[in-house]
């Protein structure tokens, strides 16, 4: 079974920095991509960036040039290294893989608070 497990989330002043990490475990294969989406309350959950096992990203527009994603090449995790946070980026983050033959998987959440 797959489990993926977030870490690194808490609470940061305006312009901080966090760096999240997703440990998987689990899966026999390894994983078409990996990615963090989040959810702020009354908001829809999105996609905040995303990386291929051929090291292709993704990122939202508002994240872009703040925020890293990486994987590892195992394929076992994936990370998250946000800068210069805002507290607009307050949310529970999730993490999220998918299979290659489409399947997805999400962790429990960890949430991140940018408050002065």
């Known amino acids: 079974q797959v489990r993926l497990v977030e870490s690194g989330g808490g609470l940061v002043q305006p312009g901080g920095s966090l760096r999240l990490t997703c440990a998987a475990s689990?899966?026999?294969?390894?994983?078409?991509?990996m990615g963090w989406y989040r959810q702020a309350p009354g908001k829809e959950r999105e996609l905040v960036a995303r990386?291929?096992?051929?090291?292709?990203?993704d990122y939202a527009e508002s994240v872009k040039g703040r925020f890293t994603v990486s994987g590892d090449n195992a394929n076992k995790g994936v990370y998250l290294q946000m800068n210069s946070l805002k507290p607009e980026d307050t949310a529970t983050y999730y993490c999220?893989?998918?299979?290659?033959?489409?399947?997805?998987?999400w962790g429990r959440g960890t949430q991140v608070t940018v408050s002065s």
């Open positions: 999220q893989a998918e299979s290659k033959v489409g399947t997805e998987y």
């Open positions: 689990g899966s026999r294969f390894s994983f078409a991509a």
């Open positions: 990386i291929s096992s051929s090291d292709n990203t």
